[in-house]
């Protein structure tokens, strides 16, 4: 594994444990070249998937993008990083159970909007308004009205 901090090639694990999901192993890593300390996870991949985005264009499916996309959406919530990664890995999962090599970007924006709907309203919100294009005040209020009204029934 090579250091992120001097790109060193030789590094040493000094402590391994499963994440709180199971779904993991996190490892404590430490570089010989100039002994800065990170943190790597192992995962088990099933597939290699492959994103088809609205422009019909593919790339690979990149784990740390989603986490990115949710981490912004939660930026300044109050929310455990632990939650975050739960949902990521629960989403991750979900379109590997799908069975496609393929999966279209609208399916893993509406697994983002399904978990964020149960983990935070306001990052729900937030997500939502980039996923769906709000261009002006009133798509927010539209779409919190029709949100508001789910609530209610």
Excluded at 22 to 50: D, K, P
Aim: glycine fraction near 4%; hydrophobic fraction near 35%; aromatic fraction near 6%.
């Amino acid at each position: 594994m090579r250091c992120p901090f001097c790109h060193a090639d030789d590094t040493q694990v000094k402590d391994s444990r499963p994440t709180e999901d199971g779904t993991a192993i996190r490892r404590r890593r430490q570089c010989n070249a100039c002994g800065a300390r990170f943190t790597t996870f192992e995962r088990v991949q099933l597939r290699e998937l492959v994103v088809i985005k609205k422009s019909g264009r593919r790339e690979p499916f990149d784990r740390e993008k989603l986490a990115r996309s949710i981490l912004v959406a939660c930026r300044k919530r109050d929310i455990e990083p632990e939650r975050i990664e739960r949902l990521v890995s629960s989403i991750q999962r979900q379109l590997e159970a799908l069975g496609e090599a393929e999966v279209t970007a609208e399916q893993i924006g509406t697994l983002v909007m399904e978990g964020l709907a149960q983990l935070d309203p306001v990052a729900y919100v937030r997500f939502a308004s980039v996923y769906r294009e709000f261009r002006e005040a009133k798509d927010f209020e539209t779409f919190v009205g029709q949100l508001s009204k789910s609530v209610k029934a």
